[in-house]
């Protein structure tokens, strides 16, 4: 089996070809291939298929082998492998979550999100004897937004991890994200990934979450730059209309690692 590794914000893959692969087959080998220093090693596994000319399907493991409807980061890596392969730079990719357009030009890749859903502001929730305000949003994924401060301050697997299995968030958990204001148009996030269990370099549904709930609450501007934990800035391009935020498009750099062949 011929593997490919593709990074994104520091946020890396393991991508596959789908050769119809069984979803219990999928699980294992990504619980098998994501453990790192033990194998190659990923944030995630990335099974894609071609269905036909600019249309593709992907799919993705985490790693602890759960399937996630999708990833932000992980889709940005599909769409630039599969521009590179098949030299075009416009193509759709069909998830759990939905359709998503992809736009590639040479390193950069920019993809329009789903519709996020199932928006709250201004939730609030107790662990660790204090009081947490938050928003919750789906942006394909659950995602829990955090305003703190100082993000140097914020242990965020301590944190993230006891939110992430709040029983608010039941059964299916969620991903957690703490975010800090740079200024109006800037901001800083560092995600708890449900799946990966940790912090990631970053996340690109967190990083989408992030900047909807930010222009929901406090700002104006159609573009936010999120500083990721990977010290990349990533984009996200948004329409806001009254209380409603549409069009989201996701933009960032993919870098092609390497590749190699399971024995």
Same mark, same amino acid.
């Given at each position: 089996?011929?593997?490919? &590794?593709?990074?994104?914000?520091?946020?890396?893959? /393991?991508? /596959?070809?789908? +050769?119809?692969? =069984?979803? @219990?087959?999928?699980?294992?080998?990504?619980?098998?291939?994501?453990?790192?220093?033990? %194998?190659?090693?990923?944030?995630?596994?990335?099974?894609?298929?071609?269905?036909?000319?600019?249309?593709?399907?992907?799919?993705?493991?985490?790693?602890?082998? %759960?399937?996630?409807?999708?990833?932000? !980061?992980?889709?940005?890596?599909?769409?630039?492998?599969? =521009?590179? &392969?098949? !030299?075009?730079? *416009?193509?759709?990719?069909?998830? &759990?979550?939905?359709?998503?357009?992809?736009?590639?030009?040479?390193?950069?890749?920019?993809?329009?999100?789903?519709? =996020?859903?199932?928006? +709250?502001?201004?939730?609030?929730? *107790?662990?660790?004897?204090?009081?947490?305000?938050?928003?919750?949003?789906?942006?394909?994924?659950?995602?829990?937004?955090?305003?703190? +401060?100082?993000?140097?301050?914020?242990?965020?697997?301590?944190?993230?991890?006891?939110?992430?299995?709040?029983?608010?968030?039941?059964?299916?958990? @969620? !991903?957690?994200?703490?975010?800090?204001?740079?200024?109006?148009?800037?901001?800083?996030?560092?995600?708890?990934?449900?799946?990966?269990?940790?912090? @990631?370099?970053?996340?690109?549904?967190?990083?989408?979450?992030?900047?909807?709930?930010?222009?929901?609450?406090?700002?104006?501007?159609?573009?936010?730059?999120?500083? @990721?934990?990977?010290?990349?800035?990533?984009?996200?391009?948004? &329409?806001?209309?009254? =209380?409603?935020?549409? !069009?989201?498009?996701?933009?960032?750099?993919?870098?092609?690692?390497?590749?190699?062949?399971?024995?």
């Amino acid at each position: 089996m011929r593997f490919y &590794k593709l990074q994104a914000s520091g946020n890396d893959f /393991i991508l /596959i070809e789908d +050769k119809l692969y =069984s979803t @219990t087959y999928l699980k294992k080998l990504a619980k098998k291939l994501c453990v790192r220093r033990l %194998s190659v090693g990923a944030d995630g596994l990335l099974v894609v298929k071609r269905l036909n000319k600019d249309n593709f399907s992907m799919r993705i493991f985490n790693l602890d082998g %759960s399937e996630a409807e999708m990833c932000g !980061n992980g889709l940005r890596c599909v769409a630039f492998w599969i =521009s590179k &392969k098949n !030299n075009i730079n *416009k193509l759709t990719l069909h998830t &759990k979550a939905g359709k998503i357009p992809a736009d590639i030009r040479g390193c950069y890749v920019k993809i329009k999100m789903i519709d =996020s859903f199932d928006i +709250k502001l201004n939730i609030s929730f *107790k662990i660790l004897k204090k009081r947490w305000q938050a928003s919750y949003i789906n942006t394909g994924v659950p995602h829990t937004v955090l305003f703190v +401060k100082s993000l140097d301050r914020i242990d965020v697997e301590e944190i993230g991890r006891k939110i992430r299995f709040h029983k608010r968030f039941a059964p299916w958990g @969620t !991903n957690v994200d703490f975010v800090e204001i740079i200024h109006k148009g800037k901001i800083k996030v560092r995600t708890y990934e449900r799946g990966v269990e940790k912090e @990631t370099l970053s996340c690109g549904t967190g990083v989408t979450a992030s900047a909807i709930i930010f222009g929901l609450k406090y700002n104006g501007e159609k573009i936010v730059e999120v500083l @990721t934990k990977s010290g990349e800035i990533l984009k996200v391009y948004f &329409k806001k209309e009254n =209380s409603k935020i549409n !069009n989201v498009w996701f933009e960032g750099k993919v870098c092609y690692l390497y590749e190699g062949k399971l024995i």
